[in-house]
T-cell receptor
Framework: DAKTTQPTSMDCAEGRAANLPCNHS???????VYWYRQIHSQGPQYIIH???NNETNEMASLIITEDRKSSTLILPHATLRDTAVYYC??????????????FGRGTQLTVWP | NAGVTQTPKFRILKIGQSMTLQCTQD?????MYWYRQDPGMGLKLIYY???????DKGEVPNGYNVSRSTTEDFPLRLELAAPSQTSVYFC???????????????FGQGTRLTVV
């Protein structure tokens, strides 16, 4: 079962920041928050992940609240090529569910010119 | 750098036919996975493997079988195709780090299967 709640759709103007929220109120102490995206039915692509600290890489930033019950993926300067379905996933990196990803329906982000 | 390769890309099957979806990865990853994605839905885990010779069921394993004889290959077998198996199938792999931690997953480009 997906343990996350995301808005069904969002839109954003090209060049502006896209902020995608995710609620994961039942997250466990050993579970990470992962973000993937899927562009036009291609295979999902890894974006970023974090445990409790904010993270940044060349694609995006991940802000996790102090209580870890929600997070926000930030695409700082959205482009048309960022139009995709974005999946927020909580995943344990140890134990019986090791490595498995449980996907919800994600958020369809549309970037418009 | 091939990553995860799936074949075929498209296939049409008749009800009751069987087929094998091929998946191979060249990253020496221990963990491999099969997912299916129905229209408008997220991905559902079918089977996964933590290493050669070891496989286990995911959320929706009925109607499928897998084997993992090598690190590189993880084929998915459909024995008696049914219309409900019309879907897009994705294979993925991830590496095993120290302490048993799994890295992020890399996905193939998918196999689009239609059962008529």
């Amino acid at each position: 079962d997906a343990k996350t709640t995301q808005p069904t759709s969002m839109d954003c103007a090209e060049g502006r920041a896209a902020n995608l929220p995710c609620n994961h109120s039942t997250i466990s102490g050993n579970e990470y928050v992962y973000w993937y995206r899927q562009i036009h039915s291609q295979g999902p692509q890894y974006i970023i992940h974090g445990l409790k600290n904010n993270e940044t890489n060349e694609m995006a930033s991940l802000i996790i609240t102090e209580d870890r019950k929600s997070s926000t993926l930030i695409l700082p300067h959205a482009t048309l090529r960022d139009t995709a379905v974005y999946y927020c996933i909580v995943r344990a990196d140890r134990g019986s569910t090791l490595g498995r990803l449980y996907f919800g329906r994600g958020t369809q982000l549309t970037v418009w010119p | 750098n091939a990553g995860v390769t799936q074949t075929p890309k498209f296939r049409i099957l008749k009800i009751g036919q069987s087929m094998t979806l091929q998946c191979t990865q060249d990253m020496n990853h221990n963990y491999m996975y099969w997912y299916r994605q129905d229209p408008g839905m997220g991905l559902k885990l079918i089977y996964y493997s933590v290493g050669a010779g070891i496989t286990d069921k995911g959320e929706v394993p009925n109607g499928y079988n897998v084997s993992r004889s090598t690190t590189e290959d993880f084929p998915l077998r459909l024995e008696l195709a049914a219309p409900s198996q019309t879907s897009v199938y994705f294979c993925a792999s991830s590496a095993r780090q120290g302490g048993g931690i799994s890295t992020e997953a890399f996905f193939g480009q998918g196999t689009r299967l239609t059962v008529v």
